[in-house]
Every structure is written in structure tokens, then in C-alpha cells.
């Protein structure tokens, strides 16, 4: 068992089955040694996304349980990029996440609530973790999730 194994039992973390796109486009591109996650969801292991993970950031879903969401997101692209290279000891560096907020007017502090992801992340990889980051609050998401989250990765 490599490292990221190790830590992801560590954590408590097994990778979901890595959904599938629902429109016309791929889960993941890889150029060179650039690895491009497309926006993932907080879908649970069984590929649906729990009530409390749909609705607006300071409406109906509080901060933390978006911040959970997101970190959710974030184990749902691990899954995604172990599906695209087959081990994530490849992983060299996550460079980039992008976190999209699903918010109430008037709520602004999506940075706390991107944290999940950018949290769960490091926590993984612990260095290689460690990433620029976008977050935008938005109006509405597919599904009317609360969070998505993208990704660009280098690897080996």
C-alpha cells in the first residue's frame, strides 16, 4: 500500500466509484503531465447527493455543512484522478482547485466554506496538497448542489 493509501485508511476515506459526466463532456483530460478534473459534485458513495448537500450557502444549507460538502467534492476528484492514472502516487502536485459556491444573496464568505476541499487535500497529500484556489459564490448549480469543485493536477 503506498503513502496516499495509507492515509486515505488513515482518514477513514474509501474513493467512490468516480461518477460519470450527465452532459456532453469527459470527467477528466490529461496533457502531458497535466491532469484536468472536471467540476465534481458532493455525491455520496452511493452517486447521489444527500438533501443537506443541495440549496444555497447562507439560506438553507449552513457554512460548515457546505464546508463538508466541498470536502466530499474534493474526495470525489481523488477518485476521479485514480481513475484517470490509475494510482495516485502519480500525483506530483495538486496546482489548482476551483470552488464554485451555491449562495444566498448577500452571503460572502465562501472562502471558509472552500476550505473543505482544500483541507481534505492537503491532509491527503500533505505538500503536494497544497494548491492555487479560485472560489466564487454562484447563482445556482447542477443538480442544486450547494459546492462543486475542479481541478487541475500534475503528474507523473
Excluded: C, W
Excluded at 503531465?33 to 447527493?49: A, E, H, K, N
Aim: aromatic content about 2%; proline content about 5%; charged content about 15%.
Amino acid at each position: 500500500m503506498n503513502a496516499i493509501n495509507t492515509r486515505l485508511a488513515e482518514l477513514g476515506i474509501t474513493l467512490p466509484t468516480p461518477a460519470t459526466p450527465v452532459a456532453n463532456y469527459v470527467s477528466f483530460v490529461q496533457s502531458g503531465s497535466m491532469l484536468v478534473i472536471s467540476g465534481q459534485l458532493p455525491l455520496g458513495s452511493d452517486g447521489t447527493l444527500a438533501e443537506q448537500h443541495k440549496g444555497k450557502v447562507g439560506g438553507n444549507v449552513t457554512p460548515e455543512v457546505a464546508a463538508e460538502a466541498a470536502r466530499l467534492a474534493a474526495i470525489n476528484i481523488l477518485a476521479q484522478a485514480q481513475a484517470a492514472v490509475g494510482d495516485l502516487s502519480r500525483i506530483v502536485r495538486i496546482v489548482r482547485l476551483g470552488g464554485f459556491i451555491n449562495t444566498a444573496p448577500g452571503f460572502t464568505a465562501v472562502a471558509p466554506v472552500m476550505n473543505g476541499a482544500s483541507d481534505l487535500v492537503v491532509a491527503v497529500l500533505g505538500d503536494a496538497g497544497r494548491h492555487a484556489r479560485s472560489t466564487v459564490g454562484v447563482a445556482e448549480l447542477p443538480l442544486g448542489a450547494a459546492v462543486e469543485v475542479e481541478a487541475m493536477i500534475e503528474i507523473a
